[in-house]
């Protein structure tokens, strides 16, 4: 189950989160909880804002859908300092691949681009000073779908068929998604954006009620989710007034 493989280590002794000989007892930052689904247009991707080290809450602005090309994000879960570098890489690896072969990448390279990364990455992860759990989303051109994967501190990919989830919320979020997906008046992909949207700042204020570490809405900061679309079009990120709009109308106590 995605996420599941960070809180499995630590299970078996490993230390994730600290920082090893130069500064025992001192917790790294780390981003916490995002999600993907698909709705009726594409793929719907958010995460929370919060960064945070221990019991410290480090940053509330934190964004962790991170757009890598004109097609594709990557969520991110862990910690922000190797996840932003990895995506650096990406987005130059992909550029030049455009510019050299005057062709974008295919989706299977971009999904091989990460893992590669990962892998190399896997000495940091077990020694508690880098591992990342992301997400990766976007639209297929040569199969026209947009899709989703989600891999694990090694560098293993799966693909999330409906959703996928990660990171200190993701147990709420999870049983939440499958529950909606199975029971629900209709199923994620046959929700319309506005819908998709309403359900991600559901999920996201769910996982804060029941986990430190994920952020909720701050209403009086004027501090909402990071919500991203992906579809044939592109990808767009959803305005803050236009969450904050959502969230007082289907999500805040008493709407």
């Known amino acids: 189950m995605q996420g599941d493989f960070y809180q499995l280590l630590k299970e078996q002794g490993y230390v994730l989160g600290m920082s090893g000989q130069a500064g025992v007892g001192q917790a790294l930052t780390t981003a916490t909880t ?4 698909k709705y009726r247009d594409g793929v719907l991707v958010a995460g929370d804002r919060r960064a945070t080290a221990g019991n410290m809450v480090m940053y509330d602005r934190t964004d962790k859908v991170l757009e890598i090309d004109r097609h594709s994000v ?4 862990g910690v922000p300092a190797t996840a932003y570098e990895m995506v650096r890489i990406l987005e ?3 550029k030049y ?3 050299t072969q005057l062709q974008e990448l295919s989706f299977e390279g971009k999904l091989r681009a990460l893992s590669k990364l990962l892998k190399e990455n896997v000495p940091a992860a077990l020694a508690g000073t880098g591992a990342v ?8 051109a040569e199969q026209e779908s947009a899709k989703i994967y989600f891999y694990d501190i090694l560098g293993a990919e799966f693909e999330g068929v409906e959703y996928a989830v990660s990171g200190s919320g993701s147990p709420t979020i999870r049983g939440i998604l499958h529950y909606v997906n199975t029971w629900g008046e209709q199923p994620l992909s046959a929700m319309s954006e506005e819908q998709a949207a309403v359900q991600a700042l559901r999920l996201l204020t769910s996982a804060a009620e029941f ?6 809405v701050n209403r009086e900061a004027g501090l909402y989710p990071v919500v991203k679309l992906i579809t044939p079009n ?5 305005a803050d007034p236009h969450l904050r709009s959502l969230f007082e109308s289907n999500v805040s ?3």
């Open 34 to 37: 995002i999600l993907a689904f």
């Open 74 to 77: 990557m969520a991110i879960a």
């Open 92 to 94: 130059h690896s992909f």
């Open 97 to 99: 691949y455009r510019r």
């Open 133 to 140: 759990v992301p997400i990766f989303a976007g639209y297929d």
């Open 211 to 216: 986990d430190s570490a994920t952020g909720g």
């Open 234 to 238: 592109g990808v767009t990120a959803m």
């Open 253 to 255: 106590k008493g709407s």
